[in-house]
């Protein structure tokens, strides 16, 4: 799982919700 969020977060770096997304993502691993 934590490879995953890390491959989207790279997918997602240009994107402007990348702190939400990541947020998103934090959250559903915990």
Do not use: D, P, Q
């Not at 995953?4 to 790279?10: A, D, K, Q, R, Y």
């Not at 990348?18 to 998103?24: E, P």
Request: hydrophobic share 55%.
């Amino acid at each position: 799982m934590v490879m995953f969020s890390m491959l989207v977060l790279l997918t997602f770096s240009s994107s402007k919700g990348i702190s939400i997304f990541s947020g998103l993502l934090y959250s559903l691993s915990c």
